[in-house]
């Protein structure tokens, strides 16, 4: 993909496993295929946007239309970052990164999911753990902060390795349903005691001014 006039096609973070890049056509297709396969089980609902509800033709379709809102709507003062996750040459899942007036808060939000048949493998801490390298190191923030269900454990464990600590509860309405979330916020301090993944970023200087720092 050209870099010429998004140049966020040129940013890569890599992680000894792992390869996070902004999709190109044939990765998000790649990517919509992941959804389309499933990424919970589906009497379980982990999100608060039931996005991943409907046919995997439905699935798939949300995970193009995300991605490339994302890009649409991108201003230096509201962005969302979302990444294709790349293990041993296959695509994953997705990892997003998301702020408001980053340069005024330097404080952002991260999401992600994985593909069913890849979980269980710590993936997801290590493609979480590259996004916060983003955030910290190279963006310079100060928080990072982040959600779960309170019975989805799983993703819970990863906060926690990764040194987030609890920032209150919400309640949200899911699929009709009352669903209790838990905020979590990981701090400078925090995130540098607990990162042990080494993570590499190349081709950030050329974003920066999108970025809006």
């Known amino acids: 993909m050209d870099t010429q006039f998004w140049p966020l096609y040129g940013l890569r973070i890599t992680t000894p ?10 990765l998000l297709a790649e990517l919509s295929a992941v959804a389309a396969d499933g990424v919970h089980d589906e009497a379980s609902m982990p999100f608060t946007v039931p996005w991943t509800d409907g046919t995997p033709q439905d699935r798939a379709r949300a995970t193009f239309q995300h991605l490339l809102g994302t890009i649409a709507t991108w201003r230096p003062e509201k962005w969302t970052l979302s990444l294709a996750v790349r293990h041993e040459g296959k695509t994953v899942g997705r990892q997003d990164f998301m702020t408001d007036d980053f340069a005024v808060t330097r404080e952002g939000e991260t999401g992600s999911w994985l593909g069913r048949g890849h979980q269980g493998h710590g993936i997801g801490t290590e493609m979480r753990a590259a ?3 983003l955030a910290f190191e190279d963006l310079g923030a ?16 990863v906060s926690e390795k990764l040194g987030y600590r609890p920032d209150g509860l919400e309640v949200h309405s ?5 669903r209790t979330v838990r905020r979590l916020r990981l701090t400078r301090a925090d995130w540098e005691a607990k990162r042990t993944v080494r993570v590499e970023v190349t081709g950030l200087e050329e974003c920066r001014e999108l970025f809006g720092i």
């Open 142 to 157: 100060r928080h990072v902060t982040s959600a779960a269900m309170t019975d989805n454990p799983s993703s819970l464990r």
């Open 174 to 178: 899911v699929r009709g349903e009352a």
């Open 17 to 26: 496993r792992l390869e996070l890049r902004l999709p190109d056509d044939e």
């Open 131 to 133: 996004a916060l390298h």
